[in-house]
């Protein structure tokens, strides 16, 4: 069966994941979550990609971004893939691919589930069992939705903005969003949908994608799709 084709709409959100070869690590030391982040960030800026949350786990990471274009994501994720693995290989002194194939990724609509993927991605070093609180951890865009430092990486989705009148206030609400956690059936839409390639939303937000492009959207849809109205 042929490889489902990434589907990337300029102005939508995306959960972005990419894995290690056969779950190997992709970080060594400290020094390389660093490398990955100035990768991200200098090339989201370069290819018009707002991040809005992250996290770097051992053999894998997790972003939610909203391209400018069509081909931003794309571009951003292949001049970080490149350079970080040759980062990587010349620091290891080792040859050969670092990624497990190709990046995974999905459109989320994100009325219903923005907020819960930043949770979702948030909590991954907790359910991993590497630290007991989110804000322990290091390497991820928590921190900054909590107020506890500024992520020049990250650019907060409007959705972000409406948690509270001030800082203090969206903070507060931010944390209390992680504390209460998401269901299973959110963690488990949301990580299937960007390993699948389906787009995660409501019926009204899935037909209004398959409008805009040829390549099918959901699992559920059969036949061949209708021709894709332009996105202006």
């Keep these: 069966m042929a490889r489902l084709p990434r589907l990337t709409l300029p102005g939508y959100a995306h959960h972005i994941i990419q894995r290690g070869n056969n779950r190997q690590p992709i970080f060594a030391a400290s020094a390389d979550y660093g490398e990955l982040l100035g990768l991200l960030e200098e090339h989201a800026r370069k290819s018009g990609v707002a991040i809005h949350a992250y996290v770097l786990m051992s053999n894998h990471f997790h972003l939610l971004a909203t391209p400018d274009e069509s081909q931003s994501i794309p571009q951003m994720m292949q001049a970080v893939g490149r350079r970080y693995v040759r980062y990587f290989n010349q620091r290891q002194a080792r040859t050969g691919t670092l990624w497990e194939g190709r990046y995974r990724s999905t459109l989320i609509q994100s009325e219903r589930y923005?907020?819960?993927?930043?949770?979702y991605i948030d909590l991954n070093p907790v359910r991993a069992?590497?630290?007991?609180?989110?804000?322990?951890?290091?390497?991820?865009?928590h921190a900054h939705y909590i107020g506890r430092r500024y992520d020049k990486l990250i650019t907060p989705h409007p959705l972000y903005w409406e948690l509270g009148n001030t800082?203090?206030?969206?903070?507060?609400?931010?944390?209390?969003?992680?504390?209460?956690?998401?269901?299973?059936?959110?963690?488990?839409?949301?990580?299937?949908?960007?390993?699948?390639?389906?787009?995660?939303?409501?019926?009204?937000?899935?037909?209004?994608?398959?409008?805009?492009?040829?390549?099918?959207?959901?699992?559920?849809?059969?036949?061949?799709?209708?021709?894709?109205t332009p996105v202006r």
Excluded: I, N
């Design 167 to 228: 800082p203090f206030a969206r903070d507060a609400s931010y944390a209390e969003l992680v504390h209460s956690g998401v269901t299973e059936q959110q963690e488990r839409a949301l990580t299937d949908s960007a390993l699948r390639g389906w787009a995660l939303g409501e019926s009204d937000y899935v037909a209004d994608l398959q409008r805009r492009t040829a390549r099918r959207v959901s699992k559920t849809r059969a036949g061949r799709p209708p021709a894709a």
């Design 129 to 141: 069992g590497l630290v007991s609180d989110a804000a322990d951890y290091p390497w991820s865009s």
């Design 114 to 119: 923005l907020l819960a993927c930043m949770v």
